[in-house]
């Protein structure tokens, strides 16, 4: 079965969009066990995590959190968030559950759902935050998750944006992971990159790691 897996693991380095091969690459690398991820949408990276995750732990033992607002996703908030439109929590449940894995998806707003779940979450191993895309809400999240960071967490930031042009301005983490204290945080930019082509030119989409520092 391990076997299997590696081949499996092997197929989402060659994945696309290409910056998701960052992701199962520091997954594999930092063998994380609990992982917490805001933005599940279909839950199809979810299911990869876990899958990576479990090249190094018995699938019964990892532990995945979804935070999302799944079908309470308004027309409103789908615009404001440049995001898509999710399947229900159930749906969603019912895939993750196959996996083996110990699942918990919780619906609402972060903004709500992370300081109420902080506590009982505690510190966790790899969170990859891929929720609504406003600095606003990038910003409240990466608020809300500093009490699960402890000396060994990966954070993994979606959409950063090497380029800004007027149709992402008010999105993407890159202006607030550049304000982070360099004393406190370390921060790096992952390859490789997502090319998209807009009206203005080419937008160049990146994953970022941070970290607290020792």
Request: a neutral charge; one cysteine or more; proline letters at 5%.
């Amino acid at each position: 079965m391990k076997l299997f897996a590696w081949i499996a693991y092997w197929k989402l380095l060659r994945t696309k969009p290409f910056r998701y091969r960052a992701l199962f690459r520091e997954i594999n690398a930092h063998k994380p066990r609990r992982l917490v991820e805001i933005g599940v949408f279909n839950g199809h990276h979810a299911a990869q995590m876990i899958q990576t995750a479990a090249l190094h732990h018995p699938m019964e033992k990892v532990e995945y959190y979804g935070f999302d607002l799944f079908e309470d996703l308004t027309p409103e908030l789908l615009d404001y968030e440049k995001s898509k439109q999710p399947p229900t929590r159930a749906q969603v449940q019912a895939m993750l559950e196959r996996s083996g894995a110990r699942i918990s998806l919780i619906k609402g707003n972060t903004r709500e759902t992370l300081p109420a779940q902080a506590s009982a979450l505690g510190v966790v191993d790899f969170i990859f935050v891929d929720g609504g895309h406003s600095v606003e809400t990038i910003q409240s999240d990466w608020e809300h998750i500093q009490p699960l960071i402890g000396p060994h967490t990966v954070v993994i930031f979606d959409d950063f944006y090497e380029n800004k042009a007027q149709d992402v301005e008010g999105s993407g983490c890159q202006g607030i992971l550049g304000a982070l204290d360099p004393a406190k945080w370390q921060v790096e930019v992952l390859e490789p990159a997502d090319r998209f082509l807009k009206e203005w030119g080419t937008l160049v989409v990146k994953f970022a790691r941070v970290r607290r520092r020792a």
